[in-house]
């Protein structure tokens, strides 16, 4: 009799890496499509008006003064370190006006929005992830639902609003500190004065610029506070839980907010 021909399998290797293609796209599409329903759901408790204004003002308060200390710290430290390293490189070959431009601009532009954002995701996000998760682990957010109360509205609306809010009020305060911090550091390592600073700071200014700037601390003050909410929503495991969740949202959050760092250029400066 003649023996019938059996096929090769499938390499191991190739299965276990679809496996985890198939596993991260599926992942993916279930983040993508939670955060679309939470964004789509605290809209229409807006909308409607069941947010309370005690609980924005409350996360308002929390987002934003209470954050302005270790905002101004970082800001500060920003505009020395750029105006610093900006010395040390132009001093023999450019202007030394020009050193008020790249303060100026590179505070505005890039270290003011991001730097605070991602100060905003630790001390922020991450409390509202852990936050919300103990919620979620002791069942409070189930005791809410069955008397018939909208987690959303209560916990995750107000929260965007806050974010909203605060964040592009955090980058005009940190822009300002870091544009005198990089000024007066000018002034004591270089001897730049401050009407020599501002020339080179105007010769090169764009409206557009603070726009820009701006415009990213919107997205930003949207993004953190929706991913938080949607990490704690999720968790799952208990105290344990709470403490893995909240780990992955904060890399979830940098991660976002680095990406949507590096597609502004391209969007709007071209």
Known sequence: MKRLAVAHPIPTAVVGWFAKVGRAYRITLEHAGALGMLTWDSFVAIVRLRVRFRDVLTQTHIM???????????????????????????????PR???????????????????????????IGARITAELGTMVVSEQIDAFKS????PVAILAAPRIIAGLITMPLLVGFADVVGIYAGMLMADLDGGLGKETFFYGARLFWHSWDLF???SKAVVFGFVIPVISVHMGLRTKGGAEGVGLQTTQAVMFMILTILIIDALFPPLMLQ
């Open 147 to 150: 008397l018939g109360r909208d």
């Open 212 to 214: 820009y700037g701006f």
């Open 64 to 94: 934003g003064i209470q954050s302005l200390p270790i905002v101004f710290v970082t800001a500060s430290l920003a505009g020395i370190v750029t105006s610093q390293q900006g010395g040390y490189q132009l001093i023999s070959s450019s």
């Open 97 to 123: 006006y020009v050193l008020g431009t790249l303060v100026v601009q590179s505070v505005v532009l890039e270290l003011g929005p991001l730097l605070t954002a991602i100060v905003l995701v630790g001390r």
